[in-house]
C-alpha cells in the first residue's frame, strides 16, 4: 500500500476507545462501594443501572449511570417538628 491510498487523519488526532464510556462490573463496584455479586443480583432482578453484555462481560454505560443515580433521589420527607406545648 503506497502513501497516496492510506486514509489520512488530522495530524494529532487519537481516534477514541469505542468502550471508553463503559465501566465493567467490577469497575461500577468499586466506585459505588458495592460488591460485584449485589450488581450481579440487580442485573438478573432487573434492578439498578441498565447493563449491556458483550460476551459474557457486563459493562455499565457512564450516562446510564448517572441517570439511574439521579432517578434514585428522593424529595425529603422530613418536616420540621413542632413542639407541644402543656397547658
Known sequence: MNDSTKETQPQ???????MEDYLTRQE??????LTFRTLE??????????VIIIGRRAHYHRDDIA???????????????TRRVSA
Open 12 to 18: 494529532g488526532f487519537a481516534p477514541r476507545p469505542v
Open 28 to 33: 461500577l463496584a468499586d466506585q459505588m462501594g
Open 41 to 50: 443480583l440487580w442485573a438478573h432482578r432487573r434492578k439498578g443501572p441498565p
Open 67 to 81: 441517570a439511574w443515580l439521579e432517578e434514585q433521589r428522593k424529595p425529603s420527607k422530613a418536616t420540621p417538628r
